[in-house]
Nanobody
């Protein structure tokens, strides 16, 4: 079992930055890929970023590429999402997820554990 708790969301002006954190409990964290997904009101959940078990491979959605950076600290059982140059369209609830395997993936069906989400609101 893995439990995930996100933090770091909030209200920020367009062009600003936020750093989301996801603290994980459970002994499988260091062997699992981790991902960030988001869901805006009235929209389906979408992939944002993923990182493999070692942190050596990352992937991003085109919508955030160049503006976001995912990283992990396996010693602290924590994964991060640094978001810069935020836009109003980045407004959503951001979810952290732990993957079934060690390889990174943008498919939410390959993630078995999800956090409760943290709200990010970007004002124009």
């Amino acid at each position: 079992q893995v439990q995930l708790v996100e933090s770091g969301g909030g209200l920020v002006q367009a062009g600003g930055s936020l750093r989301l954190s996801c603290a994980a409990s459970g002994r499988t964290f260091s062997s699992a890929a981790m991902g960030w997904f988001r869901q805006a009101p009235g929209k389906e959940r979408e992939f944002v970023a993923t990182i493999n078990w070692s942190g050596g491979t990352t992937r991003y959605a085109d919508s955030v590429k160049g503006r976001c950076a995912i990283s992990r600290d396996n010693a602290k059982n924590t994964v991060y999402l640094e978001m810069n140059s935020l836009k109003p369209e980045d407004t959503a609830v951001y979810y952290c997820a732990a993957g079934r395997y060690g390889s990174s993936s943008n498919r939410d069906s390959l993630y078995d554990y999800w956090g409760q989400g943290t709200q990010v609101t970007v004002s124009s």
